[in-house]
């Protein structure tokens, strides 16, 4: 069964850094695309970024230039590293995956950004 773990979210103050993880497990990581989303509060669901098995990157325009996804296929990891948040960027942030048709989802991991 696949499981979706992050890690490292918390409070900062804006202009700050955090980085996120999400650990995989259940699957072939490296074949595998990646995606973190988030909900920030009253607000619906939006993806923030997404990488291929191949290393291709795509990121939402709210978070381009500020924020970068990786992946380390020996540790079945995929990061989000978040540079000059903004109280805006405060929200529970997903990892996501589809595996064999079906979509699964981590806990969540909330990041609060402080003005």
């Known amino acids: 069964q696949v499981q979706l773990v992050e890690s490292g979210g918390g409070l900062v103050q804006a202009g700050g850094s955090l980085r996120l993880s999400c650990a995989a497990s259940?699957?072939?990581?490296?074949?595998?695309?990646m995606h973190w989303y988030r909900r920030a509060p009253g607000k619906q669901r939006e993806l923030v970024a997404s990488?291929?098995?191949?290393?291709?990157?795509m990121y939402a325009d709210s978070v381009k230039d500020r924020f970068t996804i990786s992946r380390d296929n020996a540790k079945n990891t995929v990061y989000l590293q978040m540079n000059s948040l903004k109280p805006e960027d405060t929200a529970v942030y997903y990892c996501?995956?589809?595996?064999?048709?079906?979509?699964?989802w981590g806990e969540g991991s909330l990041v609060t950004v402080s003005s």
């Open positions: 259940g699957m072939i990581f490296s074949i595998n695309t």
């Open positions: 990488i291929t098995s191949g290393g291709s990157t």
């Open positions: 996501n995956t589809l595996w064999g048709a079906v979509n699964y």
